[in-house]
């Protein structure tokens, strides 16, 4: 049965900060993806990042950056200089092969950046 | 990029109403849609893995008969929230899987805010 991990419920920084967002995930299937989401107030969800298990390069877009390791099972999500634009609900991800792309989600971390 | 519409955005109805929430995918075809429902501070539920064609697949402890699901077409895919009490009031997303591609990601519309008085 695939899980996903958020350990930290919310977290606050002041701007400029750098945040790292935990995940941590268990699934038995070698081929899988993990997603990270971005839910402001409004509720919409925003896409951020898919990554196949197979792929474990660090990844970078502007101020977001990834961290998978497969040792760990780990997929943390860090913000570079954090904005109060950041501030929403983050939702670590995963969706096994043979699930049939269903998507199981982590309980979420509610960011608040502070000016 | 590929856009799923859901609609309405936000419905206010009294007890014992039925209310129908549309997922429409604008620009690609799904013979696969999923149905996630959100309580306040609550992450993503999967509901309902609606296919295109066929019955839906109900997660456990969804009740098929309360939440009925009809996918039609391969642009749209429907949730009828039967008799509605104040406990189904919830944030209800829908997802689109493009059928183009292999393992292509889900994209979700916008959600609809659901409230029961």
């Known amino acids: 049965a695939q899980k996903v991990t958020q350990a930290q419920t919310e977290i606050s920084v002041v701007e400029k900060e750098d945040v790292t967002l935990d995940c941590v995930y268990e699934?038995?299937?070698?081929?899988?993806?993990l997603f990270w989401y971005k839910q402001p107030p409004s509720g919409e969800l925003v896409f951020l990042i898919r990554?196949?298990?197979?792929?474990?390069q660090n990844e970078i877009s502007g101020r977001y950056s990834w961290n998978f390791q497969k040792s760990t099972s780990s997929f943390n999500f860090t913000i570079t200089a954090s904005q109060v634009v950041d501030s929403a609900v983050y939702f670590c991800?995963?969706?096994?092969?043979?699930?049939?792309?269903?998507?199981?989600f982590g309980e979420g971390t509610q960011l608040t950046v502070n000016p | 990029g590929a856009v799923v519409s859901q609609h309405p955005s936000r419905v206010i109805c009294k007890s014992g109403t039925s209310v129908k929430i549309e997922c429409r995918s604008l620009d690609f075809q799904a013979t696969t849609m999923f149905w996630y429902r959100q309580f306040p501070k609550q992450s993503l539920m999967l509901m309902a893995t609606?296919?295109?064609?066929?019955?839906?697949?109900?997660e456990q402890g969804v009740e098929k008969d309360k939440f009925l699901i009809n996918h039609a077409s391969l642009t749209l895919s429907t949730l009828t929230v039967t008799s509605a009490h104040p406990e189904d009031s919830s944030f209800y997303i829908c997802?689109?899987?493009?059928?183009?591609?292999?393992?292509?990601?889900?994209?979700f519309g916008d959600g609809t805010r659901l409230s029961i008085l």
């Open positions: 699934t038995r299937d070698t081929t899988y993806y």
């Open positions: 997802s689109a899987r493009p059928n183009q591609g292999c393992n292509q990601p889900q994209h």
């Open positions: 990554r196949n298990s197979f792929d474990e």
């Open positions: 609606s296919n295109e064609g066929s019955k839906a697949t109900y």
């Open positions: 991800a995963l969706s096994e092969v043979t699930s049939g792309s269903r998507l199981t």
